[in-house]
């Protein structure tokens, strides 16, 4: 018997570690209701197969998926075989009543292209045996986008009405729902929508668990060109300012930026911005601790801020009762004075709702996770993860490589978020020095890099 490559097996092992690293993403998001924008750029780009193949994927894990496709680049190379012309004003095109039926043609094209692709079952393809139905239909009412200085946009019109009622029917019937980017008034007229204003209202008014823009740049860089992993709303609204210039890639990602923060504003859990041009990013921003794009985040952030003096009363009342029952180290007001600025909070409605520390050991790119605490009356809604995936954002942010925390009676609930367990020795050496030894805390690791 032949053995296996050494290159082989390390390559099946990596496979393998994936896999089961992906695991705890794929029950999160089953069940889950997904909207995800494309543009006609990536439908016309010969990756645009791997980008089918992911999608089919994610219904196949038992994603509820809304696909919402642009047409541009389409519409202009019909209307160029025609010699028509239409304007622009706004990022919009002036549809005019001549335009409007090539405009439909070249939508329809597209829509007809995608639902085929969605539809191959070849064997030996990623494709075999996906049976993905795929449902299309007037599930969006719009109206004139009417004139603005000075401007009639004739039959380019906004979204009045998503009727979410019909798209959860087939989601519920396991069917994949393509929507194009037209729709339909109460007259009996037709309107050019624009797909992420589309996109953007189905996810509000779904209430989808994610919204996804795929985008035709690099992704939503800072100055230095790296990319920005996290975004709170008030960010997200001011990277115009902070980072964007006259470009039409920054154009293009303010708009998709200003979208994924009205989509949080109505209740949509999460945004995604990523590029199209990173082979598998859908799967790798899904399925992957750190992601490959941007996430946009939901109201629970708007009220997450780095803690001041004020805020010692509202931590106590949080960690005073797990110190009692010996879950927390004990800590005196002065000491939490002393160590205000490491922590974070998340503020309700003028309530301290949940607290954690990040102190930092720069000397071993080390960094400890402490004083983690939610109220009772919030932790079945996820503040102790997103808190605790803001602190380790902070940590790599500081070119932090290892994040660890000592616990005694919560040793599973950082396992289960990616810590192992290792012994007190491996900590960092200012730290072995304060380790209480008769409390005989578990301590807990997690590594990024």
């Not at 309107?191 to 509000?204: G, K, P, S």
């Not at 109201?299 to 004020?310: K, Q, V, W």
Request: hydrophobic fraction near 40%.
């Amino acid at each position: 018997m032949k053995k296996k490559p050494n290159n082989t097996i390390k390559s099946e092992q990596n496979h393998v570690d994936w896999f089961r690293a992906s695991a705890p993403y794929i029950h999160q998001h089953r069940g889950s209701t997904f909207v995800i924008l494309f543009g006609g750029e990536a439908v016309d780009h010969d990756g645009f197969a791997h980008l089918i193949h992911d999608i089919a994927l994610l219904r196949s894990l038992g994603v509820r998926l809304v696909l919402v496709h642009g047409a541009r680049p389409q519409i202009d190379n019909q209307l160029k075989t025609l010699k028509l012309k239409t304007e622009f004003a706004d990022g919009l095109r002036i549809t005019t009543t001549e335009a409007m039926p090539v405009v439909a043609q070249a939508i329809g094209q597209v829509r007809m292209a995608i639902e085929s692709q969605l539809s191959m079952g070849l064997p030996n393809t990623p494709m075999a045996g996906a049976a993905i139905s795929v449902i299309s239909g007037n599930f969006i009412t719009s109206q004139p986008y009417g004139v603005r200085d000075g401007i009639d946009f004739c039959q380019t019109g906004n979204v009045r009405k998503v009727n979410a009622d019909a798209i959860d029917d087939q989601l519920d019937q396991n069917n994949v729902v393509l929507i194009s980017p037209v729709g339909y008034s109460p007259t009996g007229e037709t309107f050019n929508l624009r797909a992420e204003d589309i996109a953007t209202e189905t996810a509000i008014a779904l209430k989808a668990d994610k919204l996804i823009f795929i985008m035709e740049n690099n992704g939503v860089m800072d100055k230095e060109k790296s990319l920005l992993q996290q975004l709170n709303l008030p960010q997200a609204e001011s990277w115009q300012k902070t980072y964007g210039d006259r470009s039409q890639a920054s154009r293009d990602t303010q708009s998709h930026l200003s979208n994924a923060a009205k989509a949080c504003r109505g209740g949509v859990t999460r945004s995604h911005l990523i590029s199209r041009n990173t082979n598998g990013a859908l799967l790798l921003e899904l399925y992957t601790r750190d992601g490959v794009g941007t996430l946009v985040t939901a109201d629970n952030y708007e009220g997450l801020r780095t803690a001041t003096i004020d805020d010692i009363g509202g931590i106590m009342a949080l960690i005073v009762p797990l110190e009692e029952q010996g879950v927390l180290v004990k800590r005196s007001r002065e000491q939490l004075e002393l160590d205000i600025k490491n922590f974070t909070v998340i503020e309700r409605d003028g309530m301290i709702i949940s607290c954690a520390a990040l102190f930092l050991f720069p000397e071993e790119k080390s960094a400890e996770l402490a004083c983690l605490a939610v109220d009772p009356n919030y932790q079945a809604r996820g503040r102790g993860d997103e808190l605790m995936q803001h602190i380790e954002w902070q940590a790599r942010k500081q070119h932090i490589e290892h994040l660890f925390t000592l616990t005694t009676q919560t040793v599973h609930w950082f396992l289960e978020r990616g810590f192992e367990e290792i012994p007190a020795d491996k900590l960092p050496v200012k730290k072995q020095w304060l380790y209480n030894y008769q409390r005989k805390s578990k301590v807990l690791h997690k590594n990024f890099t």
